[in-house]
C-alpha cells in the first residue's frame, strides 16, 4: 500500500512564503491527478488547487489565485504548491491527494483515492 507524504509546512509571517511538496512511497504519481485540500480549525476542508497528470491543467481556489502556483516533476514523483504573498487567513493543515479523473473535478468534488496526513502551514505575525 503506497502513501503520500507532505512537507514544506512551518510557520511564516505575512507575505512570506513556503512550498509545500507531496510525495509518494511506493507508488508512482505520474498517472494520477493530484490535488492541495485544507483545513483550517473549526472550518470545513476546502479544494486549493489541483493538476492533471500531465500537468497541462490546473485548477485553483478564488482566494489562492495569483499567490499559489501547483506543478509537479513526475521524473522525481512530487507535487508542489509553491504559495506566496501568504495570508493569516492561508493558515491551515494542507493535505495533498491523488485520484483519477480530471483537476477539475477533484478540486470540485474533493473526489481522490488517496489522501496524505497533512502538513501545517501557519501565518502569523
Known amino acids: 500500500q503506497w502513501q503520500l507524504v507532505e512537507s514544506g509546512g512551518g510557520s511564516v509571517q505575512p507575505g512570506g512564503s513556503l512550498r509545500l511538496s507531496c510525495a509518494a512511497s511506493?507508488?508512482?504519481?505520474?498517472?494520477?491527478?493530484i490535488g492541495w485540500f485544507r483545513q483550517a480549525p473549526g472550518k470545513e476542508r476546502e479544494a486549493v488547487s489541483c493538476?492533471?497528470?500531465?500537468?497541462?491543467?490546473?485548477n485553483y481556489a478564488d482566494s489562492v489565485k495569483g499567490r499559489f502556483t501547483i506543478s509537479r516533476d513526475n521524473a522525481k514523483n512530487t507535487v508542489y504548491l509553491q504559495m506566496n504573498s501568504l495570508k493569516p487567513e492561508d493558515t491551515a493543515v494542507y493535505y495533498c491527494?491523488?485520484?483519477?479523473?480530471?483537476?477539475?473535478?477533484?478540486?470540485?468534488?474533493?473526489?481522490?483515492?488517496?489522501w496524505g496526513k497533512g502538513t501545517l502551514v501557519t501565518v502569523s505575525s
Open positions: 491527494a491523488a485520484g483519477l479523473g480530471t483537476s477539475q473535478a477533484m478540486c470540485a468534488y474533493q473526489r481522490a483515492n488517496y
Open positions: 511506493g507508488a508512482t504519481l505520474n498517472y494520477y491527478v
Open positions: 493538476i492533471s497528470s500531465s500537468g497541462g491543467s490546473t
